[in-house]
């Protein structure tokens, strides 16, 4: 057994290897920030009474679940460019691509679990908040989505950390992401096992860490729950007390 832990300590704190642990959680953010807005306006879609919105949005996350992500990659990578001159420049990076093609992809998956999410509201509360006055963006915001997101948070949290690891297929497109930084140090000295060892060790920090985050936003949102539901039925209870 050839281990050499010098190579892989000096793999560890290689700025080589920061740099791109950086570039793989920038990618991770952006991803699936603009994956979770789109995923929402499909979410909203499906639940529209248009019936072609409702068709629109399952033609979407019908494709963007079919396709496999590394096509996703190529298409947006190779193909946009063809078919759209503009694309052809050098502003348009394997990071943007890649940003655009993971985007794409995760708006697909998130859709399903946000509507999941709103299905899970009951339809009771959308009109008592109409009743009372409430404006279609504050139901939204007040009684919604406070639900939505404690119903959302673990399946979401999940879909975070598989787009961390789905990154590294940026790989394919020239993307000098955490692994294929890692791939490049092989190549070089072939030493596998030190190199990998680093990489798996990048990984599962960052992956420890957003397990930390969502355990922290799940207990947040639990409590809130909690709270408003205990304030509830003891506000209930009050006003079935007889008055002394």
Known sequence: MNFDPSVFFDA???PTFI???QITIALTVIAMAFGLVLGLVLALMRSHPWGWLRWLAW???WIFRAIPTLLQLFF?????????????GEWFSPFLAAAVALSLNEAAYAAEILRAGLLSVDEGQRLAARAL?????????KVIAPQ????????LSN???????????????????????????????????????????????????LMLVQSRIERRFEWTSQRAASGSVLGRVRQLAPMR
Request: proline content about 6%; glycine content about 4%; hydrophobic content about 55%.
């Open 19 to 21: 740099e791109g642990a």
């Open 159 to 209: 879909d975070f950390i598989t787009m961390l690891k789905i990154t590294s297929l940026a790989s394919v497109i020239s993307l000098q992401e955490l692994l294929a930084r890692t791939q490049s140090a092989v190549s070089i000295t072939f030493q596998f096992a030190e190199y990998y060892a680093a990489a798996a060790v990048y990984y599962l920090v960052i992956v420890s860490v």
């Open 76 to 88: 947006v990578w190779n193909a946009l460019p063809q078919l759209f001159p503009v694309l052809r």
């Open 133 to 141: 006055g409430l404006s279609p963006g504050k139901v939204f915001g």
């Open 148 to 155: 939505l997101m404690r119903v959302a948070i673990p399946p």
């Open 59 to 61: 033609a979407y996350i």
């Open 12 to 14: 560890l704190t290689s």
